[in-house]
Each structure stands twice: as C-alpha cells, then as structure tokens.
C-alpha cells in the first residue's frame, strides 16, 4: 500500500508542477524583441539635461513595439553598453538616408527615458 501512494504523490506532484507552469505562461505574456529591416530615421532626438537618452521614430513604423502600443518613439539611455556606436549610426544614417536594422530589446527603455520601446542594437545596412 505504501509503494502505491508514493507513485500517487509522484504523479499528483507532477501534475501539480506542470499546472502551475501553464497557468504563469498564461498569466505572464511574453514579450520579445521585434525587429526592422531597412528602415530609415525620420525624427532623431538628441540627449538633454534631464533625459540622458536618445528618442528616435521610424519611416511607416506606428507602433515601435507590442509593449507600448500606440507609440512609434524608441529610446535608449546613454548607459546602454553600445551607446556611442549606435548614436554615430543613428546620426549617420539620419545625414545620409541609409537604412537601418533596429532590434528593440523588448521591454521598456525606462529610467529617465520613460515608456518608450528599448533598443538592443542598431545596424547599418
């Protein structure tokens, strides 16, 4: 009797297990980065005093991730760990029209960028 209750609790446990992660997938959505290909800068905004961030909108991009919907503004802050590349691409493709692939980092760019869509990477293209 003792063998078949602990085969019982190892079945009900488990069940138990993949319940609960089924219900946080369902609870908790999942978002992930978005990316665009061959977009061009339309609006580049620059550092200021009290945002330390660089805000920039994408030609036909109305909504710059499913985060944030409604807005096209993306954001990154000066302390992302490719800050002084990805600005000299901004500015650059912005001067001459070159297109870009911007990967958003899927979450909020946050501090003193606000609710803005985060960048992970910007390449030329």
């Known amino acids: 009797m003792g063998s078949i209750c ?3 609790n190892r079945r009900c446990s488990l069940l138990l297990f ?7 997938g369902s609870i908790c959505p999942a978002y992930a980065n978005v990316v665009y290909n061959a977009a061009m800068i339309t609006f580049l905004g ?3 005093a009290t945002h330390d961030c660089v805000y920039f909108t994408l030609s036909g991009v109305s909504q710059a991730d499913p985060l944030v919907p409604n ?3 993306f954001a990154m802050p000066s ?3 490719g800050f002084a590349m990805v600005y000299a691409a901004l500015l650059s493709a912005k001067i001459s029209g070159t297109t870009l692939q911007v990967v958003t ?6 501090g003193s960028c606000g609710n803005y869509a985060g ?3 910007v390449v030329a293209m």
């Open 119 to 121: 960048v992970d990477s």
């Open 46 to 48: 620059p550092p200021t």
């Open 71 to 73: 807005n096209a503004w």
């Open 6 to 8: 602990r085969v019982i």
């Open 79 to 81: 302390s992302h760990y």
């Open 18 to 24: 993949i319940s609960m992660a089924f219900i946080a």
């Open 105 to 110: 980092t899927g979450a909020l760019a946050g």
